[in-house]
Each structure stands twice: as C-alpha cells, then as structure tokens.
C-alpha cells in the first residue's frame, strides 16, 4: 500500500532544509510513497529543484504570516493585508483560529504523514492540522534556538507531533535538555546524501566571467549567516 507524505517547507529560498529535503526526496521508494511538498510562502530561487514534484498551493494568508517581513511581498496591496494579518495574528488566540483554520484547509485528512521540514513556525503551523501523523525536523542547536522564546509555547507544539526528527547527535542532546519529556520520540537521523544530484549539479555550466584573471580565488562552500 502506498503511503502518502506532505512534506511542509517555510519557503523555497537558499538554505539546508529545501536541500536536504529535495534530496530525502529523491531517496524515496517511488512505489512505497506518493510525496507532496507545500511551501509556505510558495516563493524562493531554488523553486526549479521542485518543479518535477507533486505541489500544493499556499495561500495569502499563509504566506503572509511566514514572510520574514511584510516587505517581502511584492506588491503594495500584499503588503497592506499582509501587514494587517500579521498585526492581527498577534493576539494569541485570534492566531490560533488562523492557523487551525489554515492547517485544516491546506493539509487535508488523505495524507499518512505530515512532516514539518524545519524548527519554528513551519512546526507550529503543522502542529495545528489534522494529519494521521506527524513529524517535526529540528536543525538547530535548540538550547540556542530557545532563547527570548516562550518555553510553554513551544512545548505545546512539539506535544502534538508523533516523531521528533533531529539531524545530529548533538542536536538532538540539546532539544532533549530543554525538552525531557519528548526523550522517548525524539531520533537522529542525518541529512541523506544524494550521490546523483551531486554528480548532476557538477555538469551544471555556471561558468563566471569575473574569475577569469589571474591570482587566488577564494571559494565559500556555504553562506555568510550571524
């Protein structure tokens, strides 16, 4: 019997989590799981990884709520309304209405398993769904992570998921310090390797102008982040 997966990323923009998981995706048994993506804000450069797999569409108010800022959308009727729903959403139970009504519309009850590909709003939204099962990722260090958060707050959202994904032995040590009581469904599990994009990706013709000169270059394999 084939089970069906919706995997939920924040956004399609450059980062670990869209990686990893395009690459948990490919890993797949395509006769054991029919997999679905929804991302939050729908919008991001790496959106072209995805183009080949099955996708629902976010909504307005969704995507409003996970913008970084209310100045990520692109024009200025988007920014008023979603400027006013997150002004809104404030209120705590106003936004809990939202995101149940949110989560309930978008993940629908055909799904086996729901997984939250990341820590934070993407887990709270998930959270709030009907799914048959569901799993969260964590991919911080969240002794860290937890600071000028509401402690209380993320306890409830991590009660209602079944599994608790970390992608390393040391994180999942530090979610456990912070969160005791989740010990028993809390696993690591690495971010899988996909040896075909990677080889893929090395045929990619990015040829750039500005290194033709001579001298050293130096290469960041990664981002600049604080």
């Not at 029919?34 to 729908?42: D, F, P, Y």
């Not at 709030?128 to 569901?134: E, V």
Request: proline share 2%; aromatic share 10%.
């Amino acid at each position: 019997m084939i089970k069906n997966i919706l995997f939920v990323l924040p956004t399609f923009e450059i980062g670990g989590t869209v990686v990893s998981t395009k690459n948990l995706i490919l890993l797949l048994d395509k006769d054991k799981y029919n997999v679905t993506v929804l991302s939050m804000t729908g919008i991001g450069s790496m959106k072209d990884m995805y183009v080949n797999i099955q996708q629902i569409s976010t909504t307005p108010i969704l995507s409003s709520l996970t913008y970084a800022s209310w100045k990520d959308a692109t024009t200025l009727v988007r920014r008023l309304f979603c400027g006013l729903i997150r002004k809104i959403s404030k209120c705590g139970r106003i936004r809990e209405l939202i995101l149940t009504s949110q989560a309930r519309k978008i993940i629908k009850l055909d799904y086996d398993t729901v997984v939250a590909c990341q820590e934070g709003f993407c887990s709270e939204f998930v959270s709030y769904s009907k799914a048959k099962k569901k799993v969260a990722w964590i991919r911080c260090d969240y002794s860290r992570y937890i600071l000028g958060k509401s402690k209380a707050l993320e306890e409830k959202i991590y009660s209602k998921f079944d599994n608790i994904i970390c992608v390393s032995d040391i994180t999942t040590e530090r979610f456990k310090t912070e969160f005791p009581q989740f010990s028993s469904k809390t696993v690591t599990i690495h971010n899988p390797q996909s040896e075909d994009f990677i080889l893929e990706q090395s045929m990619v013709n990015d040829h750039d102008v500005r290194f033709e000169k001579n001298g050293y270059t130096i290469v960041s394999v990664g981002r600049y982040d604080p």
